[in-house]
């Protein structure tokens, strides 16, 4: 009974280890966001996704290192229980905006109102109020809690009527100008604070492999 347990023990082993070794080659043919969505499908695992990696916003030890891969790159997370495997399936640069600025929702208040209104808020700014606190005091936008900080934002962020104005290259950083979005009735005060930017991006299959 006793070589019989051992037996199987190793067995169990050997197939352990043949399975970990498998794994990392199924990974091999994943080479595209579509297949890395059909391998997660055929996975059924709940902790497996593709997740979407920007230089600016995910400031990461791990993203460092993904950065330096190259496309299909792999890399492996050893803990207890389990192998986490990144590959990285994209790489780009992608163009980014960043301004702050002022919403005055025009369901709110009447149009004659935000036309008087923005012309003073210019003002203000001009004599010396920082444009942060302009924000706070006036947006009726989120925003106002970053002092009207739209942070990094690209093509499709944002209303269409808003980029058009905000991503045309007539504006230098400090200028203010005024944006209208018809669509929504909403009026804009918007300072530009920052050049357009390139950004690295990456996409990367997560992968959770059981050791146990």
Known sequence: MQKVAVLILLFSLS???????????????????????????????????????????????LLEELLKLPNGGHKVLRKEGENIHYKVLEKNEIIYYRVSYIMLDGKEFS???????????????????????LATQYSMDKNKTRGGDSGWFTFGDMLPEFEQHVMNDSHQVNDIFTVNVESNQWSYVVKKTHDKKSIPEIKVLKVVESTR
């Not at 280890?17 to 059924?44: G, H, M, Y």
């Open 15 to 61: 197939f352990s280890v043949s399975a970990q070794k498998k794994f990392p080659k199924e990974l091999d043919s994943v080479t595209t966001v579509e297949k890395a969505q059909r391998f997660i499908n055929s996975k059924n695992g709940r902790k497996d996704k593709i997740i979407p990696f920007n230089e600016e916003k995910h400031k990461t030890r």
């Open 111 to 133: 149009i004659s109102s935000i036309e008087k209104l923005r012309p003073q808020i210019i003002a203000k700014h001009r004599l010396g109020i920082l444009f942060k606190d």
